[in-house]
């Protein structure tokens, strides 16, 4: 759906999130990316629910030249090209309602990791700005003027930002209140095992080509079920260490 507020992309949502919803926007070179993931499963249903708003900003409409440039050769040589800070600034500045209590987020490779413990305080925010980079990435003096935070998904480069700001947008969803349906997944999570590692799971048959269901879960005994899924959980965290 094209249109909006301003030129953006609503993919759903009320424009002015109301409680316990969450609104992205996200700046991005290519709005397209995020189509498909946010009409599917988990995303396309928050948004169905107005548990989630997500307005997609193409950063070429702040560039300001007739051949609509957003990147340039960098200082002091190098490989590559990097995001120009006069129509990123604009964009953070444009996208930003002053009276929602909001959130700057660049998606980048040397940012804070993005660990499970700190999702839930995103959930206090009322706005949420995703910046996506490309190329080699941006001018720093827009992160020193313009971003609150820095934000890594991981210990590897990606081609650009979206696929990172994707799996920040699923990641904090699954924790507005109502959106898993099965709220005890969350404590399944957290209070059953003590740790994020999760223990095997299993499903009919019985027994699949020669391998069988541990007994225990067979037991109909939860005492006994919960204490083994815990050693599971605390096995395999080790395994991984
Ligand atoms: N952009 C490129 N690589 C990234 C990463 N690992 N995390 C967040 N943003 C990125």
Known sequence: MRGGPDPALPVGGATRAPRKTVRFDVLTLFPDFFLSPLKISLLGKAIEAGKLSV????????????????????????????????????????????????????????????????????????????????????????????????????????????????????????????VLGNEGSLEEESFTTGSLIEYPHYTRPEEFRGLRVPEVLLSGDHQKIREWRRLESDRLLKSRK
């Open 55 to 178: 307005f997609l900003h193409d950063i070429r409409q702040w560039a300001t030249d007739k051949h609509r440039t957003i990147d340039d050769l960098p200082y002091g040589g190098g490989p590559g090209m990097v995001m120009k800070p006069e129509p990123l600034v604009a964009a953070l500045e444009a996208v930003r309602d002053s009276s929602l209590k909001g959130r700057r987020i660049y998606l980048s490779p040397k940012g804070r990791h993005l660990r499970q413990q700190d999702l839930k305080g995103y959930l206090n925010w009322e706005q949420i700005v995703l910046l996506c980079g490309r190329y080699e990435g941006i001018d720093q003096r827009v992160i020193d003027h313009s971003i609150d935070e820095e934000v890594s998904v991981g210990d590897y480069v990606l081609a650009g930002g979206e696929a990172a700001a994707l799996v920040f947008i699923e990641a904090v969803t699954r924790l507005i209140p109502g």
